[in-house]
């Protein structure tokens, strides 16, 4: 039986492969914490990266937003680091398993209200070309969704999701799904992932199916997200849960309360997402998310492997 994710040392972690890693988070029963972080900006610790910092209050997974992989800049990292080394300085430094976000924008899309932060670059798209770097660069999670504005449709990342499983599926775990409804209003609510959209998606390859976490996403209840969860395992894939609309910058108590109703709904993976302060979620709330979801011995210990790295 392979070793949960929640046990395991940088060392093990760093060899595990896409087979290893989706049973050792299996294994690990809902208690891992998926932080997303901007390494385009200053950092909130100046010279230690956000995603470090994210690390160091008990996060499991670092995924990277606005990550371009034709510029991949991340803020904080020892000066000299290589542009193609930047995700195994990372997991050097972390002793984590790094995910990173790509977009499947639709060809064409502009939105001219779009905020400069979230506007789509080649290097973001969730193409072949990109998919293949991130490989080569050391990646272990690939991310299909979409930020604010970019019109990114369950369609649309069915059909990238069709093309990446192709040349990156044996090697990199994909998840699929939306944490908002990303500039697509008309598929808000429940509309924002159905069964159908799941069933596409399992088919097209996916590993772990991205939810909304209750109470993020204007209609999105305990009893649909528990649903969904529910259908999602009974097809054999497992899901994540994300706090994609800002409410990680929220107070301690709503932090808490998001971590439970997703522990009920039964989600395998918990993500927090990285608009607490400007790039990453207020590290409390990194940290009393953990708690919530697997208690002071676990957290702390994930906070002291990071730290003795």
């Not at 770097?133 to 990646?139: C, T």
């Not at 969860?229 to 609309?245: D, E, K, L, N, P």
């Amino acid at each position: 039986m392979q070793k949960r994710y929640l046990d395991c040392s940088a060392s093990e972690i760093a060899k595990l492969s896409k087979k290893t890693l989706l049973e050792s988070i299996k294994a690990s029963e809902g208690r891992l914490l998926v932080s997303e972080t901007i390494g385009t900006i200053q950092p909130v610790l100046m010279t230690v990266t956000n995603a470090e910092l994210a690390a160091s209050q008990g996060a499991d997974i670092l995924l990277l937003n606005v990550f371009d992989v034709n510029q991949p800049i991340l803020q904080g990292l020892p000066e000299g680091t290589a542009p193609e080394e930047v995700i195994r300085t990372l997991k050097h430094l972390t002793g984590r398993a790094i995910g990173v976000n790509l977009e499947p924008v639709p060809a064409g899309f502009n939105n001219p209200t779009q905020d400069a932060q979230w506007k789509i670059s080649e290097g973001r798209l969730a193409t072949i070309k990109n998919a293949l770097k991130l490989k080569e660069m050391g990646a272990d999670i690939i991310v299909l969704t979409g930020n604010p504005g970019n019109g990114v449709t369950n369609e649309e990342i069915n059909q990238s999701l069709k093309e990446l499983k192709a040349v990156v599926g044996e090697d990199i775990v994909l998840i699929t799904g939306k944490m908002h409804a990303a500039g697509v209003l008309n598929a808000s609510a429940e509309q924002l992932i159905t069964e159908d959209d799941i069933r596409a998606f399992i088919a097209s390859g996916a590993d772990i199916i991205l939810l909304p976490a209750p109470g993020t996403v204007p209609g999105i209840s305990l009893e649909f997200v528990q649903k969904m969860v529910g259908y999602c395992h009974s097809q054999g894939v497992m899901t994540m849960t994300a706090i994609g609309t800002s409410q990680e910058g929220a107070d301690l108590q709503t932090i808490r309360q998001i971590a439970l109703m997703c522990k009920m709904a039964g989600t395998d993976l918990h993500h927090i997402g990285d608009s607490g302060y400007n790039g990453i979620a207020l590290p409390e709330n990194i940290l009393n998310y953990g708690i919530v979801i697997r208690g002071v011995r676990h957290t702390y210990s994930r906070i002291s492997r990071s730290i003795n790295r």
